[in-house]
């Protein structure tokens, strides 16, 4: 139902390539209709101290890719309220007629470029 969902940016990495001995990967940024909702604060414990990471629970038409090492591919990953989520979860829910995909992301911890800087290269 588009009646909850609102334009979000999704980043979608491609298959990384091996550029002067550094493995970088390309990424595509793309506006997809989703219903974003917070779900819950949890805290890590670092070196550096405890931080609080944001999880969102995502309703959307089409799949989000979760990380697969085995394929070298890093997961979607979701611009909200200034900070990037990456995709931890992803299945698809036939339960109801409106059938859609819903997605588990995660905070990410490292700094990643603003939307809007699409095909550019990221090392890894």
């Given at each position: 139902m588009n009646f909850f969902k609102r334009s979000h940016t999704f980043r979608r990495y491609q298959k990384p390539e091996y550029i002067g001995g550094y493995q970088t990967a390309s990424y595509e940024d793309m506006a997809l209709p989703a219903d974003v909702q917070t779900m819950e604060n949890a805290s890590i414990t670092a070196s550096d101290g405890t931080r609080s990471l944001?999880?969102?629970?995502?309703?959307?038409d089409l799949p989000l890719f979760t990380e697969e090492e085995g394929l070298a591919q890093k997961a979607d990953r979701l611009f909200h309220q200034g900070k990037w989520f990456s995709c931890t979860a992803c299945r698809l829910s036939e339960n109801t007629p409106l059938r859609h995909y819903t997605a588990i992301f995660t905070e990410c911890l490292d700094k990643e470029n603003p939307p809007g800087l699409s095909g550019e290269r990221e090392s890894i």
């Amino acid at each position: 139902m588009n009646f909850f969902k609102r334009s979000h940016t999704f980043r979608r990495y491609q298959k990384p390539e091996y550029i002067g001995g550094y493995q970088t990967a390309s990424y595509e940024d793309m506006a997809l209709p989703a219903d974003v909702q917070t779900m819950e604060n949890a805290s890590i414990t670092a070196s550096d101290g405890t931080r609080s990471l944001q999880r969102l629970k995502v309703f959307c038409d089409l799949p989000l890719f979760t990380e697969e090492e085995g394929l070298a591919q890093k997961a979607d990953r979701l611009f909200h309220q200034g900070k990037w989520f990456s995709c931890t979860a992803c299945r698809l829910s036939e339960n109801t007629p409106l059938r859609h995909y819903t997605a588990i992301f995660t905070e990410c911890l490292d700094k990643e470029n603003p939307p809007g800087l699409s095909g550019e290269r990221e090392s890894i």
